[in-house]
Every structure is written in structure tokens, then in C-alpha cells.
């Protein structure tokens, strides 16, 4: 059973990971990007809508990761060259993917698009000699490309925002926006840019819940794994190793809440709060910290 649950919890902490690992930049860059909910929807439904209108996996893909750019320019456009309220835009954004997605359901008159040609099992990748080990193999081999590419991109992420010119660019930007101009920076093209890169993460997010783990989409299906994602980049105050863990701690909250669901009968439904008690509880305590340590430094 804790090889089913740590299995899970890679599992499920793979779409919020995603999103963080995205978010951050915009968040550095001082731009509060709630947004990441729509736009991992919009790749789970472009996804599969392609997929399923070509049978060909790839457009699917490319598709998402596009149409996901293309919310990122626009809500890049209202919330930073037209200095709109980015919680407004961000909103927007949300309510409007999750009706575009209800609406092409309705043309298509079905409540969900399911992939006949394909199925969840062809997209899993069982990695030669790891596989075979005991326990180990059951936990790490079996995941998408998708779940190894985001734990590959930890460490990537982290390279980026520390050790290149565009992470502490974007840092000055966000910190210090009139010392940015002073320096001769173009504020608006690095915020456009850390939106853009959440984009991209949302739509890989999106393909991976959607397409990959299930070949299926429902709308609304992202349940709140945006927000989730953005309690973890506040928890994390947008470090990318912090943030992760955080992910991964929503993650695993979600699969206990899974897997002690089959043992509950009737009751199952209950477990589903879990995830969300998990995120109260950790936004709670580190908001304590965080007022403490502020308290002792005499801020």
C-alpha cells in the first residue's frame, strides 16, 4: 500500500509541479499570475480536442503548448502593457476557458472527449533495470514523459533563475522595478516573458493530466490545481526547490486522500477534502512563520 501511495504521489503532484514550476517566474517578476488554473485547462482540452479530431498525439501536443502561449500574450497584454488588474484578468481567463471547454462539449454534444485509439497504459515508460528492482522500481518506473521531464526541470528551473542573466533580471524586475530601468532593462519584456514561461508549464500540465494519464477530458477536470500551485509558490516565496516541495506535499495529500478513499465505503467522498485541508494548514503555519520571523527582525 506505500508503494501505491508514493506511486500516487508522483502521480498527482506532477500537474501542480508543472504549474509551480512556471508560476514562480511571473511571481518574481512581481506579477500575480492566478491564471494558471485556465491555462492548465485550456492544454488538457486543446489536447485531447486535437488529438481526437486528427488521431495524431503530436498535434496535440504542439496545439496545447500553442494555444496556452496565445492566453499567455493576451493575459500578458491586459494585465502588463495595459496595466490592468491581473486578479480581473486572471479570473477572466479562468471563467472563460472553462466556458469555451463546456460550450464545444455541448456542439459536440457529449460531457467528455475520450480518445478511442489510444490509451492511458501506451504513454507510460518502464525504464530498463530500474523496473525490476523491488518497491523502488514500482514507485519510479511507469510515469509518463511528462513526470520525468518535471522532475528533470527542478533542477533546471533552478539554473535558470540563479545562475543565468534572464533569473536575476527577472528577480530586479520584480524587486525593484525603477532600479531595473535605471539599468536599462525593458521591465514589460521580462514580465511578458516569465508569463510566457508559466504558459508553457501550464500547457505541458494540462497534457499531462488530461492526455497522457487518463486519454480523456471533462471539464473542470483541473480542480483547482492552479490554486493549489499558487499556495505552493507563496509558501515557497517562489524558490523553485521550496516551491516543488510544497507541490510534491500537495501531491502526496491527494493520493492519500485517493487511496484511503477505496477503504471508506459511503464515506469516500469525504477524503476528497484532504488536499485542501493540507493547503489551509500549511498556508496557515507558514504565514505564522513568516509573521514571527518579520516580528523578531523588528519589521
Known amino acids: 500500500m506505500i508503494g501505491g501511495i508514493l506511486y500516487d504521489s508522483i502521480y498527482h503532484a506532477v500537474p501542480i509541479l508543472l504549474c509551480v514550476l512556471g508560476g514562480i517566474f511571473a511571481y518574481k517578476a512581481n506579477v500575480l499570475n492566478i491564471a494558471l488554473e485556465g491555462m492548465m485547462l485550456a492544454g488538457a482540452f486543446i489536447s485531447v480536442l486535437v488529438s481526437f479530431k486528427t488521431e495524431n498525439i503530436v498535434l496535440g501536443y504542439v496545439a496545447a503548448v500553442a494555444v496556452c502561449l496565445l492566453i499567455g500574450l493576451i493575459f500578458a ?77 527542478i533542477v533546471l528551473i533552478w539554473f535558470l533563475m540563479y545562475r543565468t542573466k534572464f533569473g536575476i533580471y527577472v528577480r530586479v524586475v520584480g524587486e525593484n522595478e525603477d532600479s531595473a530601468k535605471s539599468l536599462g532593462l525593458n521591465t514589460n519584456k521580462y514580465r511578458y516573458l516569465a508569463i510566457l514561461l508559466g504558459s508553457f508549464f501550464c500547457a505541458l500540465a494540462g497534457i499531462n493530466l488530461a492526455l497522457e494519464r487518463m486519454t480523456i477530458f471533462t471539464n473542470n477536470m483541473t480542480a483547482g490545481r492552479g490554486f493549489i500551485a499558487i499556495a505552493a509558490i507563496y509558501c515557497g516565496r517562489g524558490d523553485p ?8 506535499i500537495f501531491g502526496l495529500a491527494r493520493a492519500l486522500a485517493v487511496n484511503l478513499s477505496l477503504y471508506a465505503g459511503a464515506a469516500a467522498a469525504v477524503f476528497d477534502v484532504i488536499p485542501y485541508v493540507v493547503m489551509s494548514i500549511v498556508l496557515t503555519v507558514v504565514s505564522i512563520v513568516k509573521y514571527r520571523n518579520r516580528k523578531i527582525r523588528g519589521i
Open 77 to 153: 497584454f491586459f494585465g502588463v502593457t495595459c496595466k490592468g488588474n491581473v486578479i480581473v484578468i486572471g479570473l477572466a481567463v479562468n471563467m472563460s476557458i472553462t466556458a469555451i471547454a463546456g460550450f464545444a462539449l455541448q456542439l459536440m454534444n457529449s460531457a467528455n472527449i475520450k480518445l478511442s485509439f489510444t490509451n492511458a497504459a501506451a504513454f507510460k515508460i518502464h525504464i530498463p533495470i530500474i523496473k525490476d528492482i523491488p518497491i523502488i522500481g514500482g514507485i519510479l518506473s511507469g510515469h509518463t514523459i511528462i513526470t520525468y521531464v518535471s522532475f528533470i526541470a
Open 241 to 248: 526547490l521550496s516551491c516543488s516541495f510544497y507541490a510534491i
